[in-house]
């Protein structure tokens, strides 16, 4: 038995067409509501739970097997944790394995959400939850103790998802004479800071409606994020008043899309988004193609992008925008994780081009 599964309170998880999927509750016993999204790699878990862009979802598992390496203890700036919280509302897997064991693990997956107050939903058929979704896009759910009732979920895209991940102050990371970088602060992931400081640059971290003209600095990276980049209206109108000047600012996930929206372009809700550790990336122009981590609901429409700005990387599966860059200003952007927690490490050198381009 890999799982105690049948001790468990029952519990389901409900879509807005109608669809019901049966299952047994673990981590906090209760009820959530949210996006319902699912993710695609094999390993990390601790990464994902912890990343502030999956911030009102309800997050599905397809890797049929979770919880075996359990959670190591959350260290402050280390470890795979990309946050000091888990950011998603509910967790759905099809086998929860009650027995974890790895050297790192200090608790169980299970204790973990119910210490974070999380719920989570094991004995889901995650393949037929998949192919529905990706056959109807990204729908509400909930997860409830009981069947039935009436449907009734909020849509958190409709609210201010990055003002409730982004930093309520600035902080500066590390002295010295190394390039000084503005960290937009839209809900990063810790493997973005991490691969700033390792590259010898000092960081201040500013929230995501900070003045940017205020903080001299060497070049600007705006991080990711949740929810519908639309919302970010302040971030919008900053990073547009940095494209008027020849700082290199850089993007990343949802700092792509802002960039995009600042420069005059436009953004569009994908079907069910990229969330995975393998998609892979084509940059135009060359015969590269990087095998990248991914964690997105929207994307850049190409077409409508402005004079001066072109598409640098497509999605090789659909097509999709995966960066844009300024052919003349050094302002660029990919929708990708080059920081890559969980990997691959493939795009791990645009923080290179980013610190060539700094100077």
Known sequence: ??????????????????????GRLFGKVGSCDGEVVFNTGMVGYVESLTDPSYRGQILALTYPLIGSYGVPDLIKGEGPFQSDDIHVRGLVVQEYIDEHSHWEARMSLDSWLSKQGVVGITGVDTRDLTKLLREKGT????????????????????????????????????????PHIVLVDCGTKRGILRDLLSRGCRVTVVPYDHDLLSVKCD???????????????????????????????????????????????????????????????????TDRCYITSQNHGY????????????????????????????????????????????GPRDSGGFFDLFLEVVG
């Open 1 to 22: 038995m890999f799982s105690k599964r049948d001790e468990r309170p029952r519990g389901y998880l409900e879509l807005e067409d109608g669809s019901r999927f049966p």
């Open 139 to 178: 729908m509400l759910g909930r997860i409830v103790m009981s069947e039935g009732g009436p449907f009734s979920v909020e849509d958190p895209n409709a609210k201010d998802l990055v003002g409730e991940v982004s930093s309520s102050g600035v902080v500066q990371h590390r002295e010295g004479d190394g």
């Open 219 to 285: 070049g600007y990276m705006i991080s990711n994020g949740p929810g519908d980049p639309l919302m970010c209206t302040g971030t919008i109108e900053n990073v547009s008043a940095l494209l008027k000047g020849d700082v290199p600012v850089a993007g990343i996930c949802l700092g792509c899309q802002i960039i995009a929206l600042a420069s005059g372009a436009s953004t569009y809700k994908l079907k069910y988004g990229h969330r995975s550790q393998n998609q892979p990336c084509a940059e135009k122009g």
């Open 299 to 342: 994307a850049v429409d190409g077409k409508t992008l402005g004079e001066g700005w072109k598409v640098w990387y497509s999605n090789l599966n659909d097509g999709t925008v995966e960066g844009i860059r300024h052919e003349r200003k050094p302002f660029f952007a990919v929708q990708f994780h080059p920081e890559a927690s969980p």
